[in-house]
């Protein structure tokens, strides 16, 4: 990729704080225009690399490059076209939505008439028309998430880095945000998300980045990863001791994954294994497409929460 | 090294403006108890101490006490709104509210934001300091003109104890230590430094420590100003609080960037 497609670059990035590792080796790129997503557990390094791309934590090794400007060292000129949804809102909750949006504004050295003239478009944007003049304070979470969303597009980004843009959201407010973002994604916008949420990420995402204990362990397209280390049916089953189980599924299974006291079990031929356990007391058994939580399992036998 | 130091200093002479409008805007939500609150308790000193001493004590330096005094509780609520400010509201807007956080992801840098925080804790001084200084107009014991004086000296005075517990801020885990701020540092420095009598009283040794405080220079330049007599030694005063404003600025700033940009 020439460097003028290249929205974010990382290089052998690496961190520790106090002798943990936090981000190791890690190197990605993004491209304009794309959606791309860092999915992984807590604690996975998530927010610290989110937070690497805006030079709020230096990296002890590695190059980062935000619209071609080195970051940390040119931080604040590459934050100038960056739009930012921080993991826990922090707007002014004592203001009004306007008041958020022309204080933000301000610290991107725009006049009052240039924010007076993308605030409707901002409000309308974020379906907050009628709540201008509310004071933050008053809002539910699905809209303070929303003021936050129209906060990170007062300069008009071309990348927008959301750190779990979702989480501790009702599925109706998740829903709206995720339309909400398929629109600037459409408008031509970069969007790096973080998220642990295994359908916001297929979703949403062009490429995603799987990440344990900081260490990248797969990337590419969710539907070719999703094919490329499941490829069949999942059978999940609780209810029965699973060692037995494991035992007697076995014939028809590709794979088999123990989660607690659930059985995954890759399986071409579903039908058969459906026969096989009827009539089992006490065991349930559902089958499903496979998804990403199943890559993360496969990767790292375990679930991702 | 210096290259990631340099990336975090103020941007430019302007940027930190910004800072300092979100306050104002703030402020202006509750300005009337915010100016009564800052009034309530130099008020009660200087009258507690001004007719209840000011009996007993006479004239001081060829003026009423209360004169005396009211010069002295000007300069001490400079100190105490700007510390004030930067200690409690300034360390909420830095840590619980994360407001400094959104501001880390805009066009402003670290330096523009402290910069921003040191002005409007300094404009709250001059709020609070003038406020005394016309009740000591109102009241017969200076006039107009000498408190526009004073004026300069006070902004000063609210920029070195901004920065001052800017430090402290950058350093302190949580509230609880403020109060060791308070009362090993700026509740001595009232005494000492010739507010509610003359640094003369001090034991000679004394009097030279005393010349090191920020305070003793603030008191000195208000001083004169409000009772209309000459300030000796100026530039020195000037220079010393300046000191007072520039070193901390800059180790709040790489003090803090330690903290918040790891």
Same mark, same amino acid.
């Given at each position: 990729?020439?460097?003028?497609?290249?929205?974010?670059?990382?290089?052998?990035?690496?961190?520790?704080?106090?002798?943990?590792?936090?981000?190791?080796?890690?190197?990605?790129?993004?491209?304009?225009?794309?959606?791309?997503?860092?999915?992984?557990?807590?604690?996975?390094?998530?927010?610290?690399?989110?937070?690497?791309?805006?030079?709020?934590?230096?990296?002890?090794?590695?190059k980062i490059m935000v619209l071609n400007e080195p970051v940390?060292?040119?931080?604040?000129?590459?934050?100038?076209?960056?739009?930012?949804?921080?993991?826990?809102?922090?707007?002014?909750?004592?203001?009004?939505?306007?008041?958020?949006?022309?204080?933000?504004?301000?610290?991107?050295?725009?006049?009052?008439?240039?924010?007076?003239?993308?605030?409707?478009?901002?409000? =309308?944007?974020?379906?907050?028309e009628t709540k201008a003049d509310a004071r933050v304070?008053?809002?539910?979470?699905?809209?303070?998430?929303?003021?936050?969303?129209?906060?990170?597009?007062?300069?008009?980004?071309?990348?927008?880095?959301?750190?779990?843009?979702?989480?501790?959201l009702d599925?109706?407010?998740?829903?709206?945000?995720? =339309?909400?973002?398929?629109?600037?994604?459409?408008?031509?916008?970069?969007?790096?998300?973080?998220?642990?949420?295994? =359908?916001?990420?297929?979703?949403?995402?062009?490429?995603?980045?799987?990440?344990?204990?900081?260490?990248?362990i797969a990337e590419g397209k969710p539907d070719v990863l999703i094919d490329e280390h499941i490829g069949c049916n999942v059978v999940e089953i609780y209810g029965g001791d699973p060692r037995q189980l494991r035992e007697l599924i076995r014939p028809h299974a590709r794979h088999i994954e123990v989660s607690g006291e659930t059985l995954f079990c890759y399986a071409p031929y579903p039908e058969q294994l459906r026969v096989l356990l009827r009539g089992r007391a006490g065991l349930r058994v559902l089958q499903r497409p496979p998804n990403l939580e199943d890559v993360f399992l496969r990767l790292t036998g375990r679930e991702m929460e | 090294m210096g290259e990631s130091y340099a990336a975090v200093m103020p941007t430019n002479a302007y940027n930190w403006i910004a800072v300092w409008r979100r306050n104002f805007l703030a402020w202006k939500k509750v300005a009337m108890a915010s100016i009564l609150g800052n009034l309530a308790d130099p008020l009660t000193n200087l009258f507690g101490l001004g007719f209840g001493l000011g009996l007993i004590v006479g004239r001081v330096e060829g003026t009423s006490y209360i004169a005396f005094l009211a010069a002295g509780m000007v300069a001490t609520s400079a100190m105490t709104s700007a510390t004030f400010e930067t200690m409690y509201a300034a360390f909420a807007r830095m840590d619980a509210k994360r407001t400094w956080e959104a501001i880390?992801?805009?066009?402003?840098?670290?330096?523009?934001?402290?910069?921003?925080?040191?002005?409007?804790?300094?404009?709250?001084?001059?709020?609070?300091?003038?406020a005394i200084g016309i009740v000591a107009v109102a009241l017969g014991y200076a006039s107009w003109l000498s408190i526009l004086y004073a004026m300069p000296t006070i902004a000063l005075t609210g920029l070195v104890f901004a920065s001052m517990a800017m430090v402290v801020i950058?350093?302190?885990?949580?509230?609880?230590?403020?109060?060791?701020?308070?009362?090993?540092?700026?509740?001595?420095?009232?005494?000492?430094?010739?507010?509610?009598?003359?640094?003369?009283?001090?034991?000679?040794?004394?009097?030279?420590f005393v010349g090191l405080l920020p305070l003793a220079h603030s008191v000195d330049l208000i001083r004169p100003a409000m009772l209309e007599r000459g300030v000796d030694s100026v530039a020195l005063h000037v220079a010393a609080l300046c000191v007072y404003t520039v070193v901390p600025f800059f180790a709040s700033i790489a003090v803090f960037r330690r903290r918040l940009l790891r």
């Amino acid at each position: 990729m020439s460097m003028s497609t290249v929205a974010i670059d990382l290089a052998g990035v690496r961190k520790s704080f106090g002798g943990r590792v936090i981000v190791d080796e890690l190197s990605f790129s993004v491209a304009r225009g794309e959606c791309f997503g860092l999915l992984g557990p807590n604690g996975a390094g998530k927010s610290t690399i989110a937070r690497m791309l805006l030079g709020m934590i230096s990296p002890d090794a590695g190059k980062i490059m935000v619209l071609n400007e080195p970051v940390p060292a040119r931080a604040r000129v590459a934050r100038m076209r960056v739009g930012v949804v921080p993991q826990f809102d922090n707007l002014e909750l004592e203001f009004t939505v306007r008041e958020n949006l022309l204080v933000f504004g301000r610290y991107f050295g725009m006049s009052a008439r240039k924010i007076e003239a993308v605030v409707p478009s901002l409000l =309308e944007f974020a379906r907050l028309e009628t709540k201008a003049d509310a004071r933050v304070s008053e809002l539910s979470g699905g809209m303070k998430r929303r003021v936050t969303l129209a906060r990170a597009l007062i300069n008009d980004p071309h990348l927008l880095v959301m750190d779990e843009p979702t989480t501790g959201l009702d599925p109706h407010a998740r829903h709206l945000i995720w =339309e909400r973002l398929r629109v600037l994604l459409a408008r031509g916008k970069t969007i790096l998300l973080t998220t642990h949420f295994m =359908e916001e990420a297929e979703r949403l995402c062009d490429r995603l980045c799987v990440l344990e204990g900081g260490r990248k362990i797969a990337e590419g397209k969710p539907d070719v990863l999703i094919d490329e280390h499941i490829g069949c049916n999942v059978v999940e089953i609780y209810g029965g001791d699973p060692r037995q189980l494991r035992e007697l599924i076995r014939p028809h299974a590709r794979h088999i994954e123990v989660s607690g006291e659930t059985l995954f079990c890759y399986a071409p031929y579903p039908e058969q294994l459906r026969v096989l356990l009827r009539g089992r007391a006490g065991l349930r058994v559902l089958q499903r497409p496979p998804n990403l939580e199943d890559v993360f399992l496969r990767l790292t036998g375990r679930e991702m929460e | 090294m210096g290259e990631s130091y340099a990336a975090v200093m103020p941007t430019n002479a302007y940027n930190w403006i910004a800072v300092w409008r979100r306050n104002f805007l703030a402020w202006k939500k509750v300005a009337m108890a915010s100016i009564l609150g800052n009034l309530a308790d130099p008020l009660t000193n200087l009258f507690g101490l001004g007719f209840g001493l000011g009996l007993i004590v006479g004239r001081v330096e060829g003026t009423s006490y209360i004169a005396f005094l009211a010069a002295g509780m000007v300069a001490t609520s400079a100190m105490t709104s700007a510390t004030f400010e930067t200690m409690y509201a300034a360390f909420a807007r830095m840590d619980a509210k994360r407001t400094w956080e959104a501001i880390l992801s805009t066009g402003l840098t670290l330096g523009d934001i402290v910069l921003g925080e040191l002005v409007w804790a300094a404009t709250k001084s001059v709020l609070a300091g003038t406020a005394i200084g016309i009740v000591a107009v109102a009241l017969g014991y200076a006039s107009w003109l000498s408190i526009l004086y004073a004026m300069p000296t006070i902004a000063l005075t609210g920029l070195v104890f901004a920065s001052m517990a800017m430090v402290v801020i950058s350093l302190a885990p949580s509230y609880d230590y403020f109060v060791f701020y308070q009362t090993l540092v700026l509740s001595p420095m009232v005494f000492l430094c010739g507010v509610v009598f003359p640094t003369s009283q001090l034991p000679g040794s004394f009097q030279h420590f005393v010349g090191l405080l920020p305070l003793a220079h603030s008191v000195d330049l208000i001083r004169p100003a409000m009772l209309e007599r000459g300030v000796d030694s100026v530039a020195l005063h000037v220079a010393a609080l300046c000191v007072y404003t520039v070193v901390p600025f800059f180790a709040s700033i790489a003090v803090f960037r330690r903290r918040l940009l790891r």
